[in-house]
């Protein structure tokens, strides 16, 4: 009984539903992280954690869930860090091997730190929006999603020097944002109703 109650509380700990009979009052993980973010902290799970608070899984210890927003959002954030860097050394060398004007290079620059900083708090809007179930924080990385899709889709098609990495770059990331978008407005609806 003991070790059941340590593992309860490990699992609450780590903001992991505490599913035991016996356990600590069978608190949900997403209360759990409800909690955590309206203290001010993210609570950032994995879509590999054992998600035991999903209605499917309950009592079927073990098993694995992957909700596709969670690993959307964390395939996205990644895609993005890659994209950031190399779109970075790519200017690097665009600059260096071709003639690239002064003002041009400057406005890709800025517009890359522009494209940085939507892209993070976008991803922090959609994973608050995704633990809380709350339909205001999706909505704000909605609208965060179509001005980075603006931005990748300039860095695409209207840069001014475009090589063939840019355009798999950028259109790999259209197509992220695009796929998480539709999951987004199915989740807003789904929460709305």
Known sequence: ?????????GREA????????GGAGGQ?????????LLHGG???RPCWVPCPSDPGLRGMHGAWSCRPREMLLY????????????????MTYKSQVFSYPRDYLVLDLTLLLLMGILEATRLYFGTKGNLM???????????????????SLYFLLWQTLVLWADVVLSATLLALHSLEAV???VAIASFVS
């Open 133 to 151: 179930e709350a339909e205001v924080p999706l909505a704000a990385s909605l609208v965060l999603t179509a001005g980075s899709a603006l931005l």
């Open 42 to 44: 993210i609570l950032l």
């Open 183 to 185: 999951l987004q407005v």
């Open 75 to 90: 395939l996205t954030g990644m895609w993005c860090c890659l994209y950031f860097l190399a779109t970075l050394l790519m």
């Open 14 to 21: 780590a903001g992991i539903a505490a599913d035991s009979a």
């Open 1 to 9: 009984m003991a070790e059941r109650t340590r593992t309860a509380r």
């Open 28 to 36: 949900d993980g997403g209360r759990a992280a409800r909690e955590s």
